[in-house]
């Protein structure tokens, strides 16, 4: 849990010595607090309040990570229970199960199947991050050939649970490169998992019953080096598993909880695709860092990704499109241009009707900070003198030939200072987007 800057002042020496710099500890603690200066500029701090106070900077959930490279998947180090507190710094992984007692040909159909599964959404690239390789059929041997056959053919990150010790050990063996996440699903082998997971660097999910035991096999893991560490609650039902990962949350961050501040994994439970993306949402909504589903459809993946990445938006920045010119269609140089704001949402509106209407045509998207029209006007972030400025910097004059922009029918009251400022003719479109494709194909 984070100390205040008075709660470090607490546990300085308060002679006001100077030493440090400051005039005085209080000075030296609001210094600290802001991380403007380090705890070692203080030759007297004891070596209790060392501790204390390096303890209180780590991060209240740990960060761990599977894979490595551009691909990796990085989870924890999350600060806040609510996205309006701050926001939330990791989006959770998607990952999807494979058991080993699928056949050779149905796990090749399901990879090809995975890789495919890639979306564009306002503008950002989203797909699921990981295969998790379920050793359901007790065979070693199976596991190996299913283990390689995924390692080979999809370039996500991989996690495998399994039951035996000597089974997870060979399959590491296999894919260690690739720094797996490893899943001891038997709590009387976790001595023997733990060891596979020092031996290779690799980070561990502890299948727990419930909370206590969680604390329990942590601290059992952490003795033995393994920090790497994701907590994976086994028992109850939907409801209760969101009520234990709410817990661990708020245990972690706000009562500063060590043994819990942990990433959690999920594993979804549901027979039904319906119930199966409710619980997969629930599980993302509520603090899962990690969320294994069965279903492997478009339409059960789509929405479980885009409820992601709204949750994950950062508040305060609105998703923004690069203020440019954009081309719809086969341009010209006497193709009309349509002016808008950044704000991610206004553009691939705009852009849409744009398409619809068949009209091709260019998109002049103003830098509005990712605001709406309308907000971007009244915040005066979207004016004549904005609009006038990205014409010139972007060179349109060069690809048009007409000198003539259209502005969305809301803003209608730049028109004139616009046309004195860039010496372009303004006319005025559609209030609504809607309205474009109709408009276009009567523009003269
Ligand atoms: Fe206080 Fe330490 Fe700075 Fe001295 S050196 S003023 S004891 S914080």
Redesign the pocket.
Known sequence: MALSGLDIYKL??????????????L???MALNQKKVSLD?????TAEAKAALESASQPPIKPVTIGTGARSLEMGNETVMYRHEQKFYHPTGIGFLIEDTESDMAVTDAIANINALKFERVGQAISADLVCIKNSSADSAIFLNHVKKILSSTALNLALSVRDPKTASDAVKVCKEKRPLLICEDPGALDAFINIAKGNGLPLALACHDIDEAVRFIDKAKKSGVEDLLINITSGRVSDRIQAYTFIRRMALKKGVRALGYPILAFTASGTPDMELAEAVSYVDKYAALVIVKNRTKEFILPLLVTRQDIYQDPQKPVQVDPKIYEIGKVTADSPVLVTTNFSITYFTVAGEVESSKVPSYILACDAEGMSVLTAWAADKFTAKTISETLTRTGLAEKVKHKKVIIPGYVSVLSGELEDMSGWKVAVGPKEASGIPNYLRNVK
Do not use: Q, R, S
Not at 15 to 24: E, I, L
Not at 41 to 45: A, I, N
């Open positions: 300085l020496p308060k002679t006001n010595c100077k030493d440090c710099g400051f005039a005085t500890c000075a030296f603690a500029k203080c030759p007297h701090v």
